[in-house]
């Protein structure tokens, strides 16, 4: 991403289609961390909605996460091939013709990191979790809408309990 000397995205573009976002590029605004400070944990989040995905990576980062954000399945599916996160965010509702399911489908293939799900239809989420038979430092749901302080919550809960 292009910015100018303002550090604000040139054209008022957020992203651009097909890329990854660090919380510091939804902002508008360039990390001030330093590469030998990397050592914080890594989170996904992947969500379609842009004001919903800078607010969940917005109070992540102020909690001190690295946080990367994309807005599609195919998107998200991509950057977990290239670097595996300590936890992802996941909307089950995305747009397009890969869903949540999907992205975690393909994530369980090769890695088994903890992941918050986040969607309205909680009924049918618990009773999936349920029959996948994963337990909740590693598979986990917050019904939509949720106050983002039990996002942060969880979102700790499950890296202190998830297993190394």
Not at 11 to 22: H, Q
Not at 47 to 66: M, N, Q, S, V
Request: aromatic share 4%; proline share 6%; hydrophobic share 40%.
């Amino acid at each position: 991403m292009t910015y100018n000397n303002d550090t604000a995205p040139v054209n008022g573009i957020m992203s651009l289609p097909g890329e990854i976002v660090t919380h510091e590029e939804l902002s508008g605004v360039q990390s001030q961390h330093k590469p030998e400070e990397e050592s914080t944990l890594r989170i996904l989040v992947v969500e379609d909605d842009p004001t919903l995905a800078r607010l969940e990576a917005g109070i992540l980062t102020a909690h001190g996460y690295t946080v990367a954000a994309v807005h599609s399945g195919e998107l998200a599916i991509a950057a977990l091939r290239h670097s595996i996160p300590d936890l992802v965010v996941l909307d089950l509702e995305l747009t397009g013709n890969v869903q949540g399911w999907d992205v975690l489908q393909a994530l369980r293939d090769f890695a088994s990191i903890p992941v918050l799900l986040t969607t309205s239809s909680a009924t049918a989420v618990r009773a999936s979790m349920r029959h996948r038979g994963e337990n909740r430092s590693t598979l986990d749901h917050l019904p939509k809408p949720y106050p983002m302080q039990t996002l942060l919550k969880r979102v700790e809960r499950m890296l202190t309990t998830a297993p190394q």
